[in-house]
Each structure stands twice: as C-alpha cells, then as structure tokens.
C-alpha cells in the first residue's frame, strides 16, 4: 500500500509561512525597474564613480560623498544587487567600477563603519564575482577594523569625537558580519573571536529591561567599565531611536547566523517584538525616527528603519520557532514601503527610492529625505522575500 500524500496544509507548514502565495501588495518587479531607471539616469548625469549618492540637501540638490563617508559603500552594493535581481552583465560592470574606488578605505584606521563601506560593496561583488583582489580588500580591512578593538572593554570603538571617551553604537553590531565574512574566507578564527567578543559586550549593556535599545554606550576605557547609557541620534537618553532598534534586530539575528548562540536570538526576538509592539500602534506600520517623539503623531517618519528591520525581521523569521509575526512584520513593513506614499517614481527623488528618511533629527540633519542605505536595506529586503526559501543558503 502506498504512503499517503502529505496533505496541502502540511506542506505549507513544513516550507515556512512564505510558501502561501506571495502577497500581491509587495511588487518586487516594480521596485526593481524602477531601480534600474533611477541608477541607470544617476550614473549618466553623475559619472564620476569616486563620488557616491547619499541624500538630499537643504536645498534640494543631491548630496553626493567621497568613499571616507560611512554610507560610501551602500551605492555599489544597491548596484550589486540588482546584478543579482536581473542576472545582467551591465550591472555587474556598473557596480564593480563604483566597488574598485573604495579600495583605500581597507587601511582606514579612524573609521569604524568599514563593514558599511566594504562588505556591502566588495562582499556583495565577492558573493556574485570572486576575484582575489576582492578577497585582499576585504581581509586587509577585517584587518583594520580589527585595530579598533580593545581587549579592556571587550568591544570595537564607535566614534572618536568628544564628549564620549569609548562609545559603542548600536549601528556598530552591523560591522561584525564584515568579521566573520573575513573569518570565513581566511580560516582565522580569531576575527570571529573578536566579533563575538564585541557582541557579548553589547548584550550585557544594550536594552532596557522593556528590551528597548540605547544608541550609545560610553565606556571607561582605561577600567573597561561602562559610564553611560546615552543616545546621540535619538531623542533623549531615555527614548527608543527607531533606526537603532532596526540596527539591533539585523544584528543580532545575523549574529545567531554565524554563531548559532541562543542567547542571540533571544535578544533578536526582544528587539523585534518591542519594534513591533511600537509600529503595530501606527496605521501603515512605518516607524516615526523616535518612538519616544512628544509631536507623534506629527513627527517624522523614518523609512530607513522599517526597510533595515523588515530585512532583520525576515532572517529572524527563519530561526524563530514561532515565525508568522516576524513574517507578517516584514510583510506589512515592505507593503507600505512600496506604496506612493513612501516610494518614488522615475525621475524623481534624487535618483533614490525611498521617501521620508530620516537621518539625524536632533542636530536637524537628513529629515524627511532620502538616505541610500533605505535603499539597500529595502532592496535586500525585497530579495529575501523574493527568495525567502532559500536565502539563508545564499548569504
């Protein structure tokens, strides 16, 4: 007697709640021509290749940055991945011409946002096109992040500026897939040591009881002790920065992918389930810059939040044992995202995608405009909902 046929219903069940049909409100292809457009008019009116997008200014015109800046790297890695939505040749030339000018950060010491410049940039060409001279850039600037950590605070210094004495941000967990790629490709353990290391500091100190995240722990750096528990970007040392609470569930959701530690996945589902608690109180689910702002709900939204944690919130969906809300999160985040109200048309915007970012609201700095990294954490999105059962096999 044959066996039975494993029912419909258990089928579904066993692939993940992304084997229903995709949601018809989330147009990928749509994003992804319109993408194509809006590069593709960047690069014939700017082609300088040492100068990257990165926003709007004050008065409109495009802000444009040298490979030093911390979001240098993201536009060669949006051009990478459209290589990877469309399969074309021409992308991949376009992104490697833009990848090869951010060569010199790989001995930058001052800079601790080298996994924003190089892995998005020269990672993502080393997954689609390995090159030993990609393999070098990336090793040598491991390397040189790795300079950056002190073995007293048991974490990778953030800034360099006064008043903090050894900061460590929440955007800096994001850097430590940079280590782990470099472990990976080297065989030396000891830059995933260190990233581990890194993380195991930020744990003990990043969320609030209500799981929550700081911006910003200050450190004593001669005694390893923490001083402060502050923000910069948000609006009070008290407050939830959105943005920052995105950085935390990406984070710790890529790092329970290169460690299997539970303990980070633990802390992943926290973030979430606080950023969801917050943006499932707003009509279309897109994050005001501060969940803590007192003119909510007349604040600013910030768009570069909601794509950075539907991101995160699809890789946690892949380790979580009760996946539906951190995939209907994303869903209902990348949904909106992809609406007229947050996404452009072609030939506006500046040649991004997404409206209504918002960078540094407290110093009044990138509010209400575009940000480049919106753009590449909603591509990234896109595709992991795109290939939702087999992206984890393909990071």
């Not at 926003?55 to 040298?66: A, F, K, N, Y």
């Not at 003990?204 to 502050?230: C, E, I, N, W």
């Not at 589902?269 to 501060?290: E, G, V």
Request: aromatic share 14%; proline share 6%.
């Amino acid at each position: 007697m044959n066996a039975p046929r494993p029912t419909l219903l258990l089928l579904l069940a066993l692939a993940g709640p992304a084997a229903a049909q995709k949601s018809p409100e989330i147009p990928v292809d749509q994003v992804v021509a319109l993408a194509e457009a809006q590069y593709a008019a960047f690069l014939r009116q700017y082609p300088d290749s040492t100068r990257q997008p990165r926003s709007t200014q004050p008065d409109g015109s495009l802000q444009l940055t040298t490979s030093r800046n911390w979001t240098s790297g993201f536009f060669a890695g949006n051009l990478w991945q459209l290589a990877r939505f469309t399969g074309k040749d021409s992308w991949r030339r376009r992104a490697a011409a833009r990848t090869e000018t951010l060569e010199a950060e790989k001995f930058t010491t001052d800079n601790h946002d080298l996994g924003f410049i190089l892995n998005n940039s020269f990672g993502q060409g080393y997954a689609q096109a390995p090159t030993p001279k990609y393999r070098e850039v990336l090793l040598q600037g491991a390397a040189t992040l790795s300079r950056r950590f002190s073995p007293k605070v048991g974490a990778i210094r953030s800034w360099d500026f006064a008043p903090f004495t050894y900061p460590v941000i929440v955007d800096n967990l994001m850097n430590l897939d940079f280590l782990f790629v470099a472990s990976k490709l080297s065989g030396d353990t000891a830059f995933a040591h260190l990233a581990t290391a890194h993380a195991n500091t930020d744990l003990k100190y990043r969320f609030r009881k209500d799981y929550s995240t700081f911006h910003v722990l200050d450190f004593d750096p001669a005694t390893g002790q923490l001083r402060k528990a502050m923000t910069h970007q948000g609006y009070a040392d008290q407050s939830c920065w959105a943005r920052g609470q995105a950085w935390a569930i990406y984070g710790y959701a890529m790092l329970y992918r290169n460690t299997r530690d539970p303990r980070y996945l633990a802390a992943a589902q926290h973030a979430a389930d606080y950023f969801l608690k917050q943006t499932n109180r707003i009509p279309d689910h897109i994050p005001y810059w501060d969940f803590n702002a007192p003119d909510i709900p007349n604040s600013p939204r910030d768009a570069s939040a909601a794509a950075i944690a539907a991101s995160g919130l699809l890789e946690l969906s892949k380790y979580a044992k009760s996946p539906k809300k951190y995939y209907q999160g994303a869903t209902g985040l990348l949904s909106s995202l992809c609406t007229p109200q947050y996404l452009a048309t072609a030939g506006t915007n500046n040649f991004f995608l997404l409206k209504h970012a918002t960078g540094y609201k407290p110093a009044n700095s990138e509010v209400d405009v575009p940000l480049v990294y919106a753009d590449y954490y909603l591509l990234e999105a896109l595709w992991r909902y795109q290939n939702y059962n087999q992206f984890l096999a393909l990071l």
